[in-house]
Nanobody, 114 residues
């Protein structure tokens, strides 16, 4: 069972940037699609970015053009570069397989002030 640990969150002003990291305890090379999810206060967790083992990416409309997902199958890492952050990007960010089959980590808090 792969365990996932997210890091890199913090408090940033609107327009700023953050880079989130997700460290997996095991190999992610065989996981077809990895994703970053976020959960805003009082809302359900939503998928914001997906990356396949071949490097294809899909983004939610709300983050398209601002966020970039990447993965390193050698280091077993998944990243989320977030630029031009908005207050509505505030939430706890998690990584998992695209279908959320692994145990959820604690996530990393992102707070964007206006």
């Amino acid at each position: 069972q792969v365990q996932l640990v997210e890091s890199g969150g913090g408090l940033v002003q609107a327009g700023g940037s953050l880079r989130l990291s997700c460290a997996a305890s095991g190999s992610i090379a065989s996981i077809y699609a990895m994703g970053w999810f976020r959960q805003a206060p009082g809302q359900q967790r939503e998928l914001v970015a997906t990356i396949t083992s071949g490097g294809s990416t899909i983004y939610a409309d709300s983050v398209k053009g601002r966020f970039t997902i990447s993965r390193d199958n050698v280091k077993n890492m998944v990243y989320l570069q977030m630029n031009s952050l908005k207050p509505e990007d505030t939430g706890v960010y998690y990584c998992n397989s695209r279908w959320g089959v692994y145990t959820w980590g604690r996530g990393t808090q992102v707070t964007v002030s206006s």
